[in-house]
């Protein structure tokens, strides 16, 4: 199983970046997909999520800036991130679970940096 993170980078207060990761080894069409991050000294937290049936959640913050989406076909899911802010700025880790065999995964993660 490898899930991989790729698209972080250093931007701009206002910037913008897009995520990917692209999935192998799981079920990809029947898992939920997501997106988490983890600051500096902080606990990691959830961004966005999106199950197979296409159902979205966001994280507060990511309201109206983050969006998810996947493609089955490619295996990918994707994090564009718009407008970002220097709080954004955390390592960001892809997140596959599958409900049925309740078999959970992790990215190596990709480090997203916003300067003010």
């Known amino acids: 199983v490898q899930l991989q993170a790729s698209g972080g980078g250093l931007v701009q207060a206002g910037g913008s970046l897009r995520l990917s990761c692209v999935a192998s080894?799981?079920?990809?069409?029947?898992?939920?997909m997501a997106w988490y991050r983890q600051a500096p000294g902080k606990q990691r937290e959830l961004v966005a999520r999106m199950d197979r049936g296409g159902s979205k959640d966001y994280a507060e913050f990511g309201k109206g800036r983050f969006t998810v989406s996947r493609d089955n076909a490619k295996n990918t899911v994707y994090l564009q991130m718009n407008s970002l802010k220097p709080e954004d700025t955390a390592i960001y880790y892809c997140n596959s679970y599958d409900t049925y065999y309740f078999q959970e995964y992790w990215g190596q993660g990709t480090q997203v940096t916003v300067s003010s």
């Open positions: 080894g799981i079920r990809f069409s029947r898992s939920r």
